[in-house]
Nanobody, 128 residues
Framework: QVQLVESGGGSVQAGGSLRLSCVVSTYSGSRYCLGWFRQAPGQKRESVASIDSDGRTTYADFVKGRFTISKDNTKNTLYLQMDNLKDEDTALYYC??????????????????????YGQGTQVTVSS
């Protein structure tokens, strides 16, 4: 069981920056891969970025070079640094966790599928 609580959303002008945070609570001994998803009004939820248990990262093409996912294991916190924000980045952003699959001594995030656990979401609004 995993509990995820996001914070850091808000309104920002195009070209600006925001940093999202997510506190991850899990039972001791469990390891998960973590990620950020987003859902715009009338759109399907989509993956933004993910980070495997050993720190390997994956990004959607539409955020590469602008967003950075990271985690601080000492604080059980996941981050998403969002720079050079665009109007089309406006969405509800969800922190997510998944038990993934074990490969090369780490828990790897699944690709092209929903994760098993989500937070309540934090709204990001970008205006021109």
């Amino acid at each position: 069981q995993v509990q995820l609580v996001e914070s850091g959303g808000g309104s920002v002008q195009a070209g600006g920056s925001l940093r999202l945070s997510c506190v991850v609570s899990t039972y001791s001994g469990s390891r998960y891969c973590l990620g950020w998803f987003r859902q715009a009004p009338g759109q399907k939820r989509e993956s933004v970025a993910s980070i495997d248990s050993d720190g390997r990262t994956t990004y959607a093409d539409f955020v590469k070079g602008r967003f950075t996912i990271s985690k601080d294991n000492t604080k059980n916190t996941l981050y998403l640094q969002m720079d050079n924000l665009k109007d089309e980045d406006t969405a509800l952003y969800y922190c997510a966790a998944d038990s993934g699959y074990y490969r090369e001594h780490a828990v790897r995030c699944p690709r092209d599928k929903e994760f098993g656990y989500y937070g309540q979401g934090t709204q990001v609004t970008v205006s021109s």
